[in-house]
């Protein structure tokens, strides 16, 4: 059962608030949809890595982020998403691809973003988040290569080579 938070505000929320909030329940969002998703594929495919691994760091990246939600926000995040995973690990692994390259455009883009101008503990957290994003997009491009061959093209991040 959820529980809402019994925060009063005495004022209402001013727009670069509620665009933090925004900012920062779609990132902890975000990093509780990939723990799902590893943890779904975890059950499919064993200690195959890199879900084994990974998927108990997007635990602590939503870990990282609650600080900053519980800080700033009124809303709670989504804790527990339903997700469908591909039972065929080719297929598993391009949609982890294609999941850890939209999370590195959204840490780009919310670290350029002049909401979380005034915010250096967001900005500490969105900047570590993106390094260990990044890591995690490399291992699963690594671990695709080495068992499928080249990742197409489609699934290659740009933004981050």
Known sequence: MKHSRSRSKSKTLSNTNEDLETILITAINDEYLAKAKYEEAFK???RRTP???IRKAEARHAQALTPLVDKYCTQEPDKNPSVDVPNIYQD???IAIKGECET????IANLKNE?????????KVFQNLL??????YKKFCEVYEDNFGSIPDEYECNEIE
């Open 44 to 46: 499919l495919f064993g």
């Open 51 to 53: 879900f084994f691994n």
């Open 92 to 94: 598993a692994l391009l």
């Open 104 to 107: 590195c455009r959204m840490y």
């Open 115 to 123: 909401v979380i101008d005034p915010y250096d503990d967001v900005k």
């Open 131 to 136: 390094e260990a994003t990044i890591q995690h």
